[in-house]
């Protein structure tokens, strides 16, 4: 089974809408990590945000934040006001266990295009 | 130089060559970390250091061989590479021990292209 799943290969939305990305995690140990990186054309993954297992309260980071659903094993990024800049492939990733050396499990992505 | 670098950006390379791809981060991390994506596939861990020491070897074949000389640079050793390598290599660091998100940074990444 995957680790993460991300259901949308692509989304076009208009500039200045709010955009939800899904994403979903399977894991069955109580100690992990969700992230989201931006992965524009140039290719360099941007760490975008961080929730932890245990933390109670949604993730945020300016335009960003996430929506994370525990019991659902969801964790969905949400951008608000979106502009052209934010096109770019949106990975989910997830690292399992407390330690900090431990790689990453990342889905598919979502292929997010802004439209003026 | 800031963050994470990687050298070269681009390398074409017969199956029969011998290269290696550079990183160096500058963010006074503990951890790096190597990772290939190919077309349509995910993020793949090939690789993780801590404190210069290989932790995990994600079941990568023996063609590619990473060397850890500190906790500042890390290298990808290639030889004898098959076409399906063809993909972007990347290399991220991230702390490793102290307490927090242990997110990790990402270089801009190698595109490899095996003939």
């Known amino acids: 089974a995957q680790k993460i799943t991300q259901t949308q290969p692509g989304m076009f939305v208009q500039e200045k809408e709010a955009v939800t990305l899904d994403c979903t995690y399977d894991?069955?140990?109580?100690?992990?990590?969700l992230f989201w990186y931006k992965q524009p054309s140039s290719g360099e993954m941007i760490f975008l945000i961080y929730q932890g297992s245990y933390d109670q309260q949604n993730a945020t980071e300016g335009r960003y934040s996430l929506n994370f659903q525990k019991a659902r094993k969801s964790a969905n990024l949400v951008i608000s006001a979106s502009q052209l800049g934010d096109s770019a492939m949106y990975f989910c990733?997830?690292?399992?266990?407390?330690?900090?050396?431990?790689?990453?499990?990342f889905g598919k992505g979502t292929h997010l295009i802004i439209q003026p | 130089e800031t963050g994470v670098t990687q050298t070269p950006r681009h390398l074409v390379m017969g199956m029969t060559n011998k290269k290696s791809l550079k990183c160096e981060q500058h963010?006074?991390?503990?951890?790096m970390y190597w990772y290939k994506q190919s077309a349509k596939k995910p993020l793949e861990l090939m690789f993780v250091?801590?404190?210069?020491?290989?932790?995990e070897n994600n079941s990568v074949p023996s063609r590619f061989s990473p060397e850890c000389p500190n906790s500042s640079h890390l290298f990808l050793h290639l030889h004898t590479l098959q076409p399906e390598d063809s993909a972007l290599y990347l290399c991220?660091?991230?702390?490793?021990?102290?307490?927090?998100?242990?997110?990790?940074?990402f270089g801009p990444g190698t595109r490899l292209t095996v003939t």
């Open positions: 991220a660091s991230s702390q490793g021990f102290e307490t927090g998100t242990y997110e990790q940074y």
């Open positions: 990733a997830m690292r399992e266990g407390e330690g900090g050396a431990d790689g990453l499990t």
């Open positions: 250091y801590s404190l210069e020491e290989r932790v």
């Open positions: 963010l006074g991390h503990n951890a």
């Open positions: 894991t069955s140990d109580p100690s992990y990590g």
